[in-house]
């Protein structure tokens, strides 16, 4: 039987794009006809199991009932030696493309479609969708042992930068504008804890619940689209972080 390939993984997750988003729904990975809806992690998880028979990023050993997650998606990569550079994914087809679950909010994992391209259980708003991996925020790149990956014979860099993405990190991101943040928050009735100008685990489950509302990947971090959403984005040429 010829090994499954990373053009595989594409093809399979291409014929969902357009079913439904639900965060946290549980999915049957060993379920080939599931049309939705989906999660992120239990999309891409699913993806891999039909393909190749095999959980990844998945907690148990029942793929009727395995748990999917971003933070599992971590943990396979980091014990099976199968984490790559962000730029490495971006450029192979069928690769996958991972944000780190931080401060229990959940990060995010989408198909590369080896062109700057994603397949991915995106939101609330837009479902499955074709996005694009440029001009976002991604930890690594994640290629399972057990896919044929071809190494890629031009490695294009992507078109753009995430920008400026508002996260939990060690020491806090701190300044005007994460206070400008946390009182939008406020004011659209999703507490952040105390206004106090620093980003930490309160503010981003407050803005992750915000995202929810809005459509938006609920990923806790607030990169330009959030800030849109917010309507702080035109304040923040004067403000400083």
Known sequence: MAKVTGSDIVAIAWRHVGERYVFGVRVPKD????????????????VVFQATGKLFGCVGANPSVANAFTGYWKDDADRLSCGVSVIVARNTPGAFLLRYAVANQPGHVVVS??????????????????????????DQGVLPPFIAYEEPSVMEPPESGPGLVLRVKSPPMQGELIKRVQLALTAKGFSPG???GSYGPHTAAAVAAFQLSVGLVADGEAGSATRDKLDVRAAEARLRL
């Open 31 to 46: 379920n080939a006809n599931w049309k939705g809806p989906w999660d992120c992690a239990e999309f891409t998880s699913w």
């Open 113 to 138: 479609d080896g062109k700057g391209g994603t397949i991915e259980a995106h939101s609330t708003a837009d479902g499955v969708i074709a996005g694009k991996a440029d001009g976002r925020r991604w």
């Open 194 to 196: 105390v206004v106090d």
